[in-house]
Nanobody, 128 residues
Framework: QVDLEETGGDSVQSGGSLRLFCHAS????????MAWFRQTPGKVRDGVAL???????DYADSVKGRFTISQDNAKNLLYLQMSSLKPEDTAMYYC??????????????????????WGQGTQVTVSS
């Protein structure tokens, strides 16, 4: 069992910054890759950022250069630092854990099917 809990969601102005946190249960980062997804009502859950077991990250094109995924394994925390936020970034953000291929072996997008464990989400709202 891997327990995940997201915090840090808020309402911010366009162009602002926000940091999301995902607290994981003990040993979550041992042998798992971690990712952030986002979803708006009526739409599919889209991959935002992934960090593999080697600590290598990958991002959706829409957030490259603006978002940074990172881990603090000692604190069992996953982070998503978001900058230059846009209204289209508005979504419920979820962290996820699972077994996945290393970034250098990956192709295509970050798929929810790769991840077995999910948090409940934290809402990010970006206003114009």
């Amino acid at each position: 069992q891997v327990d995940l809990e997201e915090t840090g969601g808020d309402s911010v102005q366009s162009g602002g910054s926000l940091r999301l946190f995902c607290h994981a249960s003990e040993f979550t980062y041992m042998g798992y890759c971690m990712a952030w997804f986002r979803q708006t009502p009526g739409k599919v859950r889209d991959g935002v950022a992934l960090i593999d077991t080697d600590g290598i990250s990958d991002y959706a094109d829409s957030v490259k250069g603006r978002f940074t995924i990172s881990q603090d394994n000692a604190k069992n925390l996953l982070y998503l630092q978001m900058s230059s936020l846009k209204p289209e970034d508005t979504a419920m953000y979820y962290c996820a854990a699972g077994r996945c291929l290393p970034v250098h072996e990956r192709g295509g997008s970050i798929s929810p099917a790769e991840f077995d464990y999910w948090g409940q989400g934290t809402q990010v709202t970006v206003s114009s």
